[in-house]
Antibody, heavy 120, light 106 residues
Framework: QVQLQQSGAELAKPGTSVKLSCKAS????????IYWVKQRPGQGLEWIGY????????YYSEKFKGKATFTADTSSSTAYMLLGSLTPEDSAYYFC?????????????WGQGTLVTVSS | DIQMTQSPPVLSASVGDRVTLSCKAS??????LDWYQQKHGEAPKLLIY???NLQTGIPSRFSGSGSGTDYTLTISSLQPEDVATYYC????????FGSGTKLEIK
């Protein structure tokens, strides 16, 4: 079965970076996009962007250009998101998700989320 | 960017009630809309895709409808386990989540 296992909670200082991981299993990693979604505590969902591990192609929401960088390691079936120049506004849960079908953005599978806390 | 407005922000209803949640897009999204359920402390879960298609394993009391700019999620008989926040999500042009409707039991 499809599973997305995300890395553990992070506590980071303002101005630093964190790299979150999303390990996929149960399917061919290179055949499906991985999406990333942000959720501040008590707030709604916000789309960050996606990566296609098959060729490393990425797309970012305008708001997150320069903030987030996606990579993928096909040897370990793991997608990564680097968040840079952290501020308290980056404190949030971050989810990775996979579509049901290869070229459709319906997000049928989700990781459990990673909490990032930015504090001095 | 397409804006998605959900109403009401909070809905309180009794067990067994028929419940209707609304999602309005700022422009025509051609039925390219999903509904997600998020329970407290959990990841979102896909309920309905492409406006009115029930995801595998989702109870049949959930249904979706709509076209153009106006979409609806209906729960035919509210159950205690349906307490959650519900989000609509459009993918017709870019990707946008609605602001959510928090559903509570009265």
């Amino acid at each position: 079965q499809v599973q997305l296992q995300q890395s553990g909670a992070e506590l980071a200082k303002p101005g630093t970076s964190v790299k979150l991981s999303c390990k996929a299993s149960g399917y061919t990693f290179t055949s499906y996009y991985i999406y990333w979604v942000k959720q501040r505590p008590g707030q709604g969902l916000e789309w960050i962007g996606y990566i296609y591990p098959g060729n490393g192609g990425t797309y970012y929401s305008e708001k997150f250009k320069g903030k987030a960088t996606f990579t993928a390691d096909t040897s370990s079936s793991t997608a990564y998101m680097l968040l840079g120049s952290l501020t308290p506004e980056d404190s949030a849960y971050y989810f990775c998700a996979r579509p049901e079908y290869r070229y459709n953005p319906t997000l049928a599978y989700w990781g459990q989320g990673t909490l990032v806390t930015v504090s001095s | 960017d397409i804006q998605m407005t959900q109403s009401p922000p909070v809905l309180s209803a009794s067990v067994g009630d028929r419940v209707t949640l609304s999602c309005k897009a700022s422009q025509n999204i051609n039925k390219n809309l999903d509904w997600y359920q998020q329970k407290h402390g959990e990841a979102p879960k896909l309920l309905i895709y492409y406006t009115n298609n029930l995801q595998t394993g989702i109870p049949s009391r959930f249904s979706g409808s709509g076209s153009g700019t106006d979409y609806t999620l209906t729960i035919s008989s509210l159950q205690p386990e349906d307490v959650a926040t519900y989000y609509c999500y459009q993918y017709n042009s870019g990707l946008t989540f609605g602001s959510g409707t928090k559903l509570e039991i009265k």
